[in-house]
Every structure is written in C-alpha cells, then in structure tokens.
C-alpha cells in the first residue's frame, strides 16, 4: 500500500516515516507547547524520543506524561489536566494505541473547561473547546484516532463512560504508519483485530433499510480483517497486512463506512461493563460477547446473519432453513476470533468473581437508553438480556 494524504476532520497521514512530520503538523494546528503523552512501556519510549526531537525541530516547546493503561483511568485525566493547565499547554500529541489517544482526548477537553471534565463522560456538560490534539497511532483497532468519542474509567465510581458523538472530540490530526505496529504483541494485535471486526459487525447489524452498498462497504472491511489479520500475527513486520488493518481501524468505526445507518451496538455497551469489571482488553472482551450475542438475538433477522455467513464464509445458503446458515457463520465467525488466539469463554481469561450477582451489577451499570429500559439499536435487549447474555459468555 502506497502513502497517502486524507484531508478530513481528523485529517489522516498514512505511510512510512509519517510521524517525522508530527512537529510541523501540531504547529500547523496552532500549538506552541506540547503535552506528548503515552503508556510509558519501554518500546514506546524511543519513539517518544524520536517525537520529542520533531517537535523541537520545529521550534516547539513539549513536556511528557506516561503511564496510560489499558481501560484508561480518569485519574491519570485528572493529573494531564493538572499539567496542562501549570504548564500553560495548548496542545495535546497522543503517542500511542487507543487507550493513550482517549485519555489525551480527555485531558484536551477537560484542560479549557472550568469544571469536572467527568461531566462530560456523564454527559451533563458538552465539550465546547479543547486544545490542539494530534495523534501518532501505535496500534490498529479502537480506532479512536478517528472517532468522536473518548472512553475512560472512573475507579472510585467503578465506571466506564464515555463522551459520545461530539465533532470536537475528534483529532485534528493522526499518523498512521504501520511500521509502528511491527513491536506489537500477538495477543494485542489479535485483540485490535477483534475490535475492529467487531465496529464492523456492530455496524453492519442495522435495522435501517435499503443500505446494499453500506453493507457492502461494510463487508470489505469485514473480509480484510478475515483475511489480513492471521497474517499480521504470524508475520509481525509483514507491511501489507499491518497496512489492511490499520487502514481499515479508523473507517470502521468514525462513520465513513455506515453513511446513511445506524448499528447496534448493545456489545459495545456490554462489554464496556466487562472491561470495567475484570480489566480485561476491550477487544478480547468484543471476541467472546459478540458470538454470544449474535446467537441470542439473530432469530429477529435470520436474513441478515445468514447473508454474514454466505459472504464472509462462504457457506452455502440453506433455503429450507436459513436459520441453520444464520447459525453456521455465527460458530465460524467464533471459532475466528480463536484461531487468532482470543478465549471463547469469560472464564478462559478471568479468574476473578462471575457470580450471578455481580453478572446483575455490570447489567445494571449500563445506560439503557432505548425506549423501554432497553439497549442496542437494531436489537434492543432487556437487563435481563443482558445478564442472560452474560451467563451464556461465561
């Protein structure tokens, strides 16, 4: 795959060596002093060097804050906030994967505003200005380089919200080259493989008509991540594949494959819980919910699971029983998910309590926002849905 240049909100620069240019581009944008902020693990740290020297070159003032975890902590919000506002920042560079890139989208927020930037992720305040945010992505999956929304977890509370739909939560900027993703573990890279299919999916199961080439558009992101993401694990420093996924990563799921509809996404929101809860990655997560979920509910629209299964896995469409075709693609797209290394089952990955009543407190925790104390789109389920969900993950 060739470099190229998408001039969009967030505009995006594909290709090698693009993070060369992360200086020029946060200047560009207006920033004069840079927060770059990262994880902290030792093989992001020569890249946050590297950054550094690019700011510097173009004449730029930075300082740093590491220590991002998976499931970003709205403390580790609170102390980037701190140090933008002491250290008169007006510009945020996020180097690194998802996690990183919505932590840094909550210190940009959170630093102009005269409140408690958890209003914003409990949505009782908008976001009406931040500072600069550029992004250079280490990673293919959340795809939150693109998108309009910031997740964080709140300990005390034992929370994860999110701000949602807001244009200005997007980036003004991000750097994908796919070299960066060469270092990346094989559970990690399986795991963004896992959310980005499951963006896809999530948007694909929609109960708007008439979207041929949406699904269309969908489905090509769907057989790319089939096809290039077992590559990828295999073959860490195969360019093609890395590219496929962290091409496909920010489409999925900032909106430019589902124009005209509306996905789902109940499995988002139950998994959310499960992150929360057991701190397990949220791709992962996506890999043992999503089968589980689409066996609960496919029975309300056979015709569409079973055109999932023709098209992405080629099974042969049983006319006397579409629902046994529906069924078929459902246990290959499951038995995908764990030929890239992800668990079936909750239990496979925690070891934690998964007691009915704490399956009833993570159900609970969700925002029902449909009508009827319900959530998901195309599907709405019940809390007791939910749970039953759950139990059958477990």
Same mark, same amino acid.
């Given at each position: 795959?060739?470099?190229?240049?998408?001039?969009?909100?967030?505009?995006i620069?594909?290709g090698?060596?693009?993070?060369?240019?992360?200086?020029e +581009?946060?200047k560009?944008?207006?920033?004069?002093?840079?927060?770059?902020?990262? /994880?902290?693990?030792?093989?992001v740290?020569?890249?946050?060097?590297?950054?550094g020297?690019?700011?510097?070159?173009?004449?730029?003032?930075w300082v740093?804050?590491g220590?991002?975890?998976?499931?970003?902590r709205l403390?580790? &919000?609170y102390?980037?906030?701190?140090?933008?506002?002491r250290?008169?920042?007006d510009?945020?560079?996020?180097?690194?994967?998802?996690?990183?890139?919505?932590s840094s989208k909550?210190?940009a927020?959170?630093?102009?505003?005269?409140?408690?930037?958890?209003d914003?992720y409990?949505?009782?305040?908008? &976001?009406?200005e931040? %500072?600069? =945010?550029?992004?250079?992505s280490?990673?293919a999956?959340t795809? @939150?380089?693109? /998108?309009?929304a910031s997740? &964080?977890?709140?300990e005390?509370?034992q929370l994860? +919200?999110s $701000?949602d739909?807001q244009p200005?939560?997007?980036p003004?900027?991000? $750097?994908?080259?796919p070299?960066?993703?060469?270092?990346?573990?094989? %559970?990690?890279?399986a795991?963004g493989?896992?959310?980005?299919? @499951?963006?896809?999916?999530?948007?694909?199961?929609t109960?708007v008509?008439?979207?041929?080439?949406?699904?269309?558009?969908? =489905?090509?992101?769907?057989?790319t991540?089939?096809?290039?993401?077992?590559?990828?694990?295999?073959?860490?420093?195969n360019?093609a594949?890395r590219?496929?996924?962290?091409?496909?990563a920010?489409f999925? $799921?900032s909106g430019?494959?589902?124009?005209g509809? &509306?996905?789902?996404?109940?499995?988002? +929101?139950?998994?959310?819980?499960?992150s929360?809860?057991?701190?397990?990655?949220h791709?992962?997560g996506?890999?043992?919910?999503?089968?589980?979920?689409m066996?609960?509910?496919?029975e309300?629209?056979?015709?569409?699971?079973?055109? +999932?299964?023709?098209? =992405?896995?080629?099974?042969?469409y049983?006319?006397?029983?579409?629902?046994?075709?529906a069924?078929?693609?459902?246990d290959? %797209? /499951?038995?995908?998910?764990? @030929?890239l290394?992800?668990?079936k089952t909750?239990?496979?990955?925690?070891?934690?309590d998964?007691s009915?009543?704490? %399956?009833?407190k993570?159900?609970?925790r $969700?925002d029902?926002?449909?009508?009827?104390?319900?959530?998901g789109?195309?599907?709405?389920?019940?809390?007791?849905d939910?749970v039953n969900?759950?139990?059958?993950s =477990?």
């Open positions: 795959m060739i470099n190229f240049d998408i001039m969009n909100i967030p505009d620069i594909f090698r060596d693009t993070e060369k240019r992360a200086g +581009l946060m560009e944008f207006g920033a004069a002093k840079v927060l770059i902020h990262h /994880s902290g693990e030792p093989f740290l020569p890249l946050v060097e590297r950054i020297g690019y700011l510097t070159e173009a004449g730029l003032e740093e804050l220590g991002v975890v998976p499931n970003p403390s580790k &919000v102390e980037g906030i701190e140090l933008c506002r250290e008169h920042i510009g945020v560079l996020a180097v690194g994967g998802g996690s990183v890139i919505d909550g210190i927020c959170g630093t102009p505003y005269s409140g408690d930037v958890w914003m409990r949505m009782v305040a908008p &976001v009406e931040r %500072l600069v =945010l550029g992004v250079v280490t990673f999956g795809g @939150s380089e693109c /998108s309009c997740v &964080v977890t709140n005390k509370k994860k +919200l $701000i739909n200005i939560v997007r003004d900027f991000c $750097i994908l080259n070299e960066l993703t060469y270092s990346v573990p094989a %559970l990690q890279t795991s493989a896992s959310d980005i299919m @499951s963006h896809l999916i999530e948007n694909y199961c109960a008509p008439d979207v041929y080439m949406n699904h269309e558009f969908l =489905l090509a992101g769907m057989k991540v089939l096809h290039q993401a077992p590559i990828a694990i295999a073959e860490p420093e360019y594949a590219s496929a996924l962290m091409a496909t920010p999925a $799921i430019l494959l589902r124009l509809l &509306v996905g789902d996404w109940a499995c988002h +929101l139950m998994e959310h819980e499960m929360t809860e057991w701190n397990i990655p791709g992962l996506l890999a043992i919910i999503t089968p589980v979920w066996r609960y509910v496919y309300r629209d056979v015709n569409l699971f079973a055109k +999932l299964a023709v098209e =992405l896995f080629h099974i042969e049983d006319y006397d029983d579409p629902a046994r075709t069924r078929a693609g459902i290959a %797209l /499951s038995d995908w998910f764990c @030929s290394g992800m668990p909750i239990r496979e990955y925690v070891k934690g998964t009915e009543a704490t %399956l009833w993570m159900a609970n $969700i029902y926002a449909m009508e009827g104390h319900k959530v789109c195309a599907f709405p389920i019940t809390t007791q939910v969900i759950y139990k059958l =477990l």
